[in-house]
T-cell receptor, first 113, second 114 residues
Framework: DAKTTQPNSMESNEEEPVHLPCNHS???????IHWYRQLPSQGPEYVIH???SNVNNRMASLAIAEDRKSSTLILHRATLRDAAVYYC??????????????FGKGTKLSVKP | NAGVTQTPKFQVLKTGQSMTLQCAQD?????MSWYRQDPGMGLRLIHY???????DQGEVPNGYNVSRSTTEDFPLRLLSAAPSQTSVYFC?????????????FGSGTQLSVL
């Protein structure tokens, strides 16, 4: 399984943009890049995912490097509610066991008022 | 929409007892999976299913059984609970098991085995 590398923790100030990096140097051509976040005492929550092109949704933006070996989750204006653990995960497009999400430890984001 | 529903939310067991953690989804998803999360750790895959009648093992399957008789339900059975199974359990589902689809997670079951 292709692995991802994320910083253990990051800090941000409220209402400022946050850039959460993820390295995935062994990514294959069929791997989608998924981001999930887990608020304290809650289940993981889908944030965004993409394959090659940058993606935007109401929660965040995903910037994918041209060689796909890294990506960045962008929260445009951090709020206190964005304090969570953010997981960057590769999900293969083949299905079966290859479609399983393999979680690492993620990045714990703290947001200061 | 109810999404992914897990019951119970909390459970305390004695060593050796058995129980079933329930997971149901109302989105007609083919793919369902069970994870456990220990304190300060990421989630680890226990079992998964790509459709009714089809199940397979994940990373940490020992001590757990699953079955998938319907598309909607994917129960997780602990045959003889052990303290090492104290954890928070999450169920997840997606339309298919492919990278194109996002996963939806339940709110979790916190299990303590004494």
């Amino acid at each position: 399984d292709a692995k991802t590398t994320q910083p253990n923790s990051m800090e941000s100030n409220e209402e400022e943009p946050v850039h959460l990096p993820c390295n995935h140097s062994t990514i294959s051509g069929t791997d989608y890049i998924h981001w999930y976040r887990q608020l304290p005492s809650q289940g993981p929550e889908y944030v965004i995912h993409g394959l090659t092109s940058n993606v935007n949704n109401r929660m965040a933006s995903l910037a994918i490097a041209e060689d796909r070996k890294s990506s960045t989750l962008i929260l445009h204006r951090a709020t206190l509610r964005d304090a969570a653990v953010y997981y960057c995960i590769l999900r293969r497009n083949y299905g079966g066991s290859q479609g399983n999400l393999i979680f690492g430890k993620g990045t714990k984001l703290s947001v200061k008022p | 929409n109810a999404g992914v529903t897990q019951t119970p939310k909390f459970q305390v067991l004695k060593t050796g007892q058995s129980m079933t953690l329930q997971c149901a989804q109302d989105m007609n998803h083919e793919y369902m999976s069970w994870y456990r999360q220990d304190p300060g750790m990421g989630l680890r895959l226990i079992h998964y299913s790509v459709g009714a009648g089809i199940t397979d093992q994940g990373e940490v399957p020992n001590g757990y059984n699953v079955s998938r008789s319907t598309t909607e339900d994917f129960p997780l059975r602990l045959l003889s609970a052990a303290p090492s199974q104290t954890s928070v359990y999450f169920c997840a589902s997606s339309t298919t098991g492919t990278g194109l689809e996002k996963l939806f997670f339940g709110s979790g079951t916190q299990l303590s085995v004494l």
